[in-house]
């Protein structure tokens, strides 16, 4: 975890936000999440006060509205399993525009979108003001197992390479004018992913052989010690506090 991997998710910024360690961002967003899932669900009011502060922080990050609401286009499953579940779901049943909807499942439906909306949010929050190098650092300061930590490292690193060079044989094949156009190609392509499995393969095992030379025995070494403030660590954990306290009054009132 030597050297900066940037992905598609992480925007480059200067805020308050980017400058939070990543382990205090990490235990953020996660107590966050815990708390909006424990929200009981006929508190509207409370998801919208959650909504707020997410709004709040992606503000202090100076992350674009836009730049949110197309990467939360990733929960589209999700929402198409909602609208199904008033259709299919059991028990009372009520009308709505002349359709015959179960009562459970229009509840089902809204606790989903509501709290996998807000998840995928603090998610995409976390990953724009976060780098991966950074959040590998975040998670082993957390106390992640170790060979976790690494196989993420390197399933990061190696989904890049395999990515690559998938471009490279596709653009290998349209320079010998091929062009996949139905079943009968297909033969073709199972060839590519065999050449590619075999390569990533051989990959791998270079790798693996470059780092024992190295002195590599099952341990990484730790290059940058991150460390947070108490001031840091009440910066991130402002979020969650003031959605602990919205989950609260969701309870009682």
């Keep these: 975890m030597g050297s900066g991997h940037a992905h598609r998710l992480y925007r480059h910024g200067h805020s308050p936000v980017h400058a939070l360690p990543p382990h205090t961002k990490l235990a953020a967003a996660f107590a966050f999440v815990v708390v909006v899932v424990s929200t009981p669900r006929e508190a509207m009011w409370a998801f919208a006060l959650y909504a707020v502060l997410l709004a709040a922080v992606a503000y202090a990050a100076r992350v674009p509205a836009g730049f949110l609401l197309k990467r939360l286009l990733i929960e589209v499953p999700f929402v198409a399993f909602a609208v199904l579940m008033p259709f299919v779901a059991e028990g009372e049943r009520v009308d709505v525009l002349g359709l015959s909807l179960s009562v459970n499942g229009l509840w089902g439906a809204w606790n989903v979108l509501a709290k996998g909306t807000l998840g995928v949010a603090a998610s995409v929050l976390l990953a724009a003001t976060t780098e991966l190098r950074e959040l590998l ?65 051989e990959r791998g095992e270079r790798v693996h052989l470059a780092m024992v030379s190295r002195g590599y025995a099952g341990a990484m070494p730790v290059i940058d010690e991150v460390t947070a403030s108490r001031a840091q660590w009440t910066c991130a ?7 602990l306290a919205v989950c609260l009054l969701g309870w009682t009132l």
Excluded: N
């Design 137 to 201: 650092l975040g998670l082993q300061r957390l106390k992640l197992p170790p060979l976790l930590v690494q196989i993420a490292s390197f399933m990061i690193r190696y989904g890049d390479v395999i990515t690559d060079e998938m471009r490279r044989m596709r653009i290998a094949r349209e320079s010998r004018g091929f062009e996949a156009r139905g079943v009968r190609h297909w033969g073709v392509l199972a060839k590519s992913a065999g050449a590619l499995f075999i390569r990533s393969y």
């Design 237 to 243: 954990l402002a979020l969650p506090c003031a959605a």
